[in-house]
């Protein structure tokens, strides 16, 4: 599996990918191949409106949250972010 994040799946050849897929316990996999769905969505979307493919799989991503989720997310990130004075 040494391939890096698991971002990175999504741009194997189909062979490899489902040898990958194989060798993952199936409590995971059903999580990566959501994720490969998402992925392509957003690489359809992406071309069709001109965006970055990434950017849109995060958008996509935090859709599937919850607003309560999201609202804790960005405070926590907001947080870390360094206050600019003007």
Known sequence: M???PVGAWY?????????EL???PPEHR????????LRQEARLIA???GADEGDVFHVLRN???SPTERLRR???HGRRRPRISQ
């Open 74 to 76: 960005g405070l926590i």
């Open 63 to 65: 859709l599937q949250l």
């Open 2 to 4: 040494g391939r890096g």
């Open 47 to 49: 071309v069709r409106i």
């Open 22 to 24: 194989a060798a993952i």
């Open 11 to 19: 741009s194997l050849p189909v062979d490899e990918l489902e040898a």
């Open 30 to 37: 059903e999580e990566i191949e959501r994720r490969l769905v």
